[in-house]
């Protein structure tokens, strides 16, 4: 079972870039790596998935390095509203489903 | 509907009664995942089912709580003689797949708990 580890953590100021690496040292070779972010009150909502590299929509980006052990979601230019817990998650093939505790992100004015 | 939906959306009910939460997912989707929040806390696992196959029971936390999924669509969440511990919200999420690209999941709102 693919653990993974976030900081539990973080503040920023709006407009800045936002950095928030998890670890996974125990990826599968099938695993996928996804983020999601959830607000209070609300269920989590995806906000990106990737395999290997460099991932990038429309709200953030995905770097993952060629041992895929880490990934850094990196949040363009946060604000206020950005202001939530966001969980790494790495998919086991055909396994459990499983978050782990998340990172608090808090973007002050 | 558009998304996975979730009812109640809110039960009080009082300790030593049953109830059952219901979830439906998003049509198509061959994944169905329950979670439980507490207030403050994670996400935590209880159970997934692959259509109406429920591989794994190990994450619901005692014998009291059950799960059913019937025609690879809407799945119950039945918790008996609920104890105040058991107050949280329960989230459901759909899938279209368990594996591979086809992972994300799309989550309800919940159902909040509370026993008095």
């Known amino acids: 079972l693919a653990k993974t580890t976030q900081p539990v953590s973080m503040d920023s100021y709006e407009g800045q870039e936002v950095n928030i690496t998890c670890s996974h040292n125990?990826?599968?070779?099938?695993?996928?790596i996804t983020w999601y972010q959830q607000f209070p009150s609300q269920g989590p909502r995806f906000i990106i998935q990737?395999?290997?590299t460099k991932v990038t929509n429309e709200v953030a980006s995905l770097f993952i390095p060629a041992d895929r052990k880490s990934s850094t979601l990196s949040l363009p230019r946060v604000s206020l509203s950005d202001t939530a817990v966001y969980y790494c998650l790495v998919e086991n093939y055909g396994q459990n489903f499983v978050f782990g505790p998340g990172t608090r992100l808090s973007v002050l004015p | 509907g558009a998304g996975v939906s979730q009812s109640p959306s809110n039960k009080v009910t009082e300790k030593g009664k049953d109830v059952e939460l219901r979830c439906d997912p998003i049509?198509?989707?061959?994944?169905l995942y329950w979670y439980r929040q507490s207030l403050g806390q994670g996400l935590e696992f209880l159970i997934y089912f692959q259509g109406n196959s429920a591989p794994d029971k190990s994450g619901l936390p005692s014998d009291r709580f059950s799960a059913e999924r019937t025609g690879g669509s809407v799945s119950t969440l039945t918790i008996q003689r609920t104890q105040q511990e058991d107050s949280a919200v329960y989230l459901c999420a759909s899938s279209l797949s368990l594996t591979g690209r086809d992972t994300e999941a799309f989550f309800g709102q919940g159902t909040r708990l509370t026993v008095v």
């Open positions: 125990n990826i599968a070779t099938n695993d996928y």
């Open positions: 049509s198509g989707h061959t994944a």
């Open positions: 990737g395999y290997k």
